[in-house]
Nanobody
């Protein structure tokens, strides 16, 4: 089994910063891409940022220049540094990872439980 555990969400004023972390654990043989998604009330889940195993990144236009995604392959962890936060960044943020386990050679997509980020104006 694979678990993704997020941390770092909370309440912050507009213009502030937060850093999200997501650690993958279990019988992991390899992790391909990792990413962060978010879902605001009444809206669909959307990609925020994604990073490949070789650390190539892509971002939603709405967060470019403000958010930075990174990963530590030795710790099976992905981070999201969020700066200059805006009220429209308020959402539940979900971690996603493409993981292969020792028992199953293929990559499957796993999700974390989500962490709330609230930005007050």
């Amino acid at each position: 089994q694979v678990q993704l555990v997020e941390s770092g969400g909370g309440l912050v004023q507009a213009g502030g910063s937060l850093r999200l972390s997501c650690a993958a654990s279990g019988s992991i043989s390899s992790i391909n891409a990792m990413g962060w998604y978010r879902q605001a009330p009444g809206k669909q889940r959307e990609l925020v940022a994604r990073i490949t195993k070789s650390s190539s990144t892509n971002y939603a236009d709405s967060v470019k220049g403000r958010f930075t995604i990174s990963r530590d392959n030795a710790k099976n962890t992905v981070y999201l540094q969020m700066n200059t936060l805006k009220p429209e960044d308020t959402a539940v943020y979900y971690c996603n990872a493409e993981v292969a386990t020792y028992s199953i050679g293929s990559y499957y997509s796993y999700w974390g439980q989500g962490t709330q980020v609230t930005v007050s104006s």
